[in-house]
């Protein structure tokens, strides 16, 4: 029974930071149609801007419990400055281009963004501990978690909350949708579509940034993390379903799960795993398990 608690804990917590991260990638899918590779650049930024500022307020004589404050504060910070520039700057350019031409050119902008972080940060591993020392242990049956584990989740079940708040019960929230099913009828009605793509980006940006700050008291946080996450957000996104908000969270607890039984029973197949599962899925429906409605133009 113990072991089936921990691989579920553990499940839940990976699929936690997967569902951060694949929120933010599937809402960008969802209304720009555009598969961002460069979104687990984003994840990199937040996990080394949180560590960063984490490690310095830590060192001050400030309240202890606002350096969850600022896990949040880091990943807006990143959000808002990186989102707008990759956007406007990048993203923008390939609205009207096959799937393909923004999914290479996110690609290298990937490459890019990953030797900026190693000029910015460095090479060396940031241990911003602090955020989970502080919140202590809890009891879950005979094993003893950090409570930094729930906080974590919370998180994440507070951000795919507060995401269906605003897509249901705002005008903005109104508007992306519109834009989702049809771009073309929605700028003939006035809807500012280059607002609308900035702010879905920004958005998707925080997402991933929160994912990246919140993981990064767990782990060192070394060049190259942001690789595995973006493959593994993928996996989730097309598991669930490609621009699906309920379907990435099925597919992150999906990912989360098989996961964490591979490394606590077969830890050389823990990536083999994951892809035969998403590969199993995709033979039953090819388009994942909760794909978005597309209307047919006759």
Do not use: C
């Amino acid at each position: 029974m113990d072991g089936v608690l921990i691989i579920l804990m553990d499940g839940v917590f990976y699929a936690a930071y997967l569902y951060l991260v694949a929120l933010g990638l599937t809402l960008i899918f969802g209304v720009m149609k555009i598969l961002n590779i460069a979104h687990g650049s984003l994840y990199g930024f937040g996990a080394y801007t949180g560590a960063s500022l984490v490690l310095f307020y830590s060192r001050q004589e400030f309240w202890p419990w606002g350096v969850y404050l600022v896990l949040i504060g880091s990943a807006v910070l990143v959000g808002i400055i990186l989102g707008p520039i990759i956007e406007r700057g990048i993203i923008r350019r390939f609205y009207r281009e096959e799937v393909v031409v923004p999914l290479i050119a996110t690609y290298a902008l990937f490459l890019v963004l990953d030797d900026v972080m190693k000029l910015i940060f460095g090479t060396s591993p940031y241990f911003a501990y602090q955020p989970l020392n502080l919140a202590g242990n809890f009891s879950f049956g005979n094993i003893s978690y950090p409570v930094y584990y729930l906080i974590f989740i919370s998180v994440a079940v507070i951000s795919g909350f507060l995401l269906w708040a605003v897509m249901n019960m705002t005008k903005f929230g109104r508007f992306v949708v519109a834009v989702m099913h049809d771009p073309e009828i929605s700028n003939a009605m006035g809807i500012k579509l280059p607002r609308i793509y900035l702010a879905t980006f920004t958005i998707g940006a925080i997402f991933a940034a929160l994912g990246g700050a919140f993981t990064s008291p767990m782990t060192s946080v070394v060049p190259g993390l942001a690789v595995e996450v973006i493959v593994a957000s993928f996996a989730v996104v097309v598991i669930g379903g490609l621009g699906s908000y309920s379907g990435a969270a099925i597919g992150a607890l999906i990912v989360g799960i098989v996961r964490a039984t591979a490394v606590h029973h077969f830890p050389v197949m823990e990536l083999f795993m994951i892809y035969l599962v998403m590969a199993g899925i995709l033979i039953i429906k090819p388009q994942g398990l909760f794909p978005i409605e597309e209307e047919r133009r006759i």
